[in-house]
């Protein structure tokens, strides 16, 4: 069974993809999918001896170019809709015990190209409203492949939560008749939750961070996607980003999980985005010291009501001197 | 530092509780600060030697009546506000190695009284805006007393859930003129996906589950609250509550985590609620089976959009033939 469904009481989509609890679950090393293909030997989902960045279709996709019919019939009570979308897969390295924070700095300097690339390919699918890249790393947040790798979605509309942004990115711009992201960036880009800074970019841990090491790295000017980047604003935002991983696992004293999402503009074409879109890379890493984990329980899950305990002033202190 | 702090970039509060950091995390047995107090012995949190339900102010609240003025001055740009609102305890026995499951029936029927009754002093109180009782339970859910025992939260504002249900049952209500609660209860009371029913209550795996094994408990008049609900119907949502806990523990053959949480109606002025709050209590256990978790990851974290690899129908088969 797959398909989308809606939820009535909350105005929200849900996607139900039944196969995918047949996806491979932790396979050991020298079963991985991801690895390279071995020359007369055995063929993996890569069918090369080696290669650098790659990107496919995920085999067990939750939204997919032709989905089939739901199985259930909607109703005007529950509508439903066919899966459609995109999920695909991007290997970072053909070396299986490494990590995006262990990848040589061109390495990283390339996955943004390629992120920016996929956006502006499957965007430009009809029925494809938003592409969100990201990276859910570490056994943690649930990863069941550990060669390091991330995924780009293609949704058929835009997610709640980069929706939410707009809409409160909106309601600013009504207001005060800016941008709210280049507000936060004024404000943070010297502050005292400022973590790292390059010419054209910074990264810091938010006001408002509903994990305790979160971190923004966003563009200093207004860029609505990564198509929008000029070279010197790429080179910036991959540095970076690599800056950060390397921080975070010197911090934490080990290869630190987290999801890393790129929000950027939607791809359909609804109304001009590119006034309330300002891209920015959010980490959210599931740690609130070496040995505890921040759960989203009661007052988060149910309430959606984020309760954090740990001040972003000392995370970004703490961050900072661990940064190198 | 408690405070409370805006996020201009979606709208949302959150609340910073520093002192959290140092709450007791999983005590061993004989240091239980929910145990009752020995006579001439240890003097625990509960100042008896013997209870039924117990509760008291939660002593690392993230929410209290007389919160500090918050340490960063607000801007225009990032609003704070002191930590104002309640945060209590409610103490399901006073024998440590029990369970909600494990209650005897009379138990949760006075624990339904137990929530309406503080649902009802908190939310009279000035400012308290929303009274959420919720269970977290379990370690995957991080929970770090094993004391049966769930929390009651009075928050300054209604959270971005409720808020959510609340403006998408408003919505339905201009577009139909029903109360789209009453119309999911209608639909779900004899179908592929009903778990539980009684005379005036209903438990069923919604058709949107954004959780495999996610139940949602009703009762099947309009009732915003439970301090609405008459004698019989709170003498049937407990009975379902307390029957759909131990079908839970015997489908999958241990003590089932959860977070349990009650929906009902805010406790502000800002409208008349009763017409578009119908009570409703959430029940979402990470499971995806025995033996795998759901992680919320990138789509669900930084996408708020909900992927889920089994069907509400085959969910709900597998739990009616666990009811017993």
Chains 1, 2 share one sequence.
């Not at 390279?36 to 030997?41: E, L, M, N, T, Y």
């Not at 990107?55 to 005007?76: I, K, Y």
Request: hydrophobic fraction near 40%; proline fraction near 10%.
């Amino acid at each position: 069974m797959t398909e989308r469904r809606y939820d009535p009481t909350a105005d929200e989509w849900v996607t139900f993809a039944t196969h995918r609890q047949d996806r491979m679950y932790k396979p050991p090393t020298d079963d991985c999918p991801l690895c390279p293909s071995r020359p007369g030997g055995r063929l993996t989902e890569v069918p090369r001896a080696a290669y650098e960045v790659v990107t496919f279709d995920n085999r067990f996709p939750s939204l997919s170019p032709q989905p089939p019919a739901p199985e259930v019939a909607g109703t005007e009570l529950y509508p439903v809709a066919p899966a459609f979308g995109r999920c695909e897969v991007v290997v970072y390295s053909d070396d299986h015990h490494t990590t995006f924070a262990d990848l040589p700095a061109d390495r990283v300097r390339m996955l943004v190209d390629v992120w920016a690339d996929r956006v502006a390919v499957l965007g430009a699918t009809p029925g494809v409203s938003y592409v969100m890249p990201f990276e859910n790393k570490g056994e943690v947040i649930g990863v069941t492949l550990a060669h390091p790798h991330g995924q780009i979605y293609a949704y058929p509309e835009v997610p709640p939560r980069p929706a939410r942004e707009l809409r409160a990115a909106s309601a600013y711009r009504d207001r005060t008749g800016r941008c709210v992201e280049c507000d936060v960036v004024a404000a943070e880009a010297a502050g005292p939750r400022c973590v790292l800074t390059a010419p054209t970019a910074i990264a810091f841990v938010p006001f408002w961070a509903r994990f305790p090491y979160e971190v923004h790295v966003v563009p200093r000017a207004h860029r609505p996607d990564l198509g929008a980047l000029g070279e010197q604003e790429r080179a910036d935002l991959s540095g970076l980003l690599h800056r950060l991983t390397r921080g975070y696992d010197r911090l934490f004293g080990f290869s630190l999980p987290y999801v890393m999402a790129v929000h950027g503009r939607p791809t359909d074409d609804e109304r001009d985005w590119d006034p309330v879109s300002h891209l920015h890379v959010e980490f959210t890493p599931p740690h609130r010291s070496a040995t505890r984990l921040k759960y989203l329980a009661g007052s988060e899950l149910a309430g959606g009501a984020f309760l954090t305990d740990v001040a972003p002033e000392r995370a970004a202190a703490a961050l900072r001197g661990a940064m190198g």
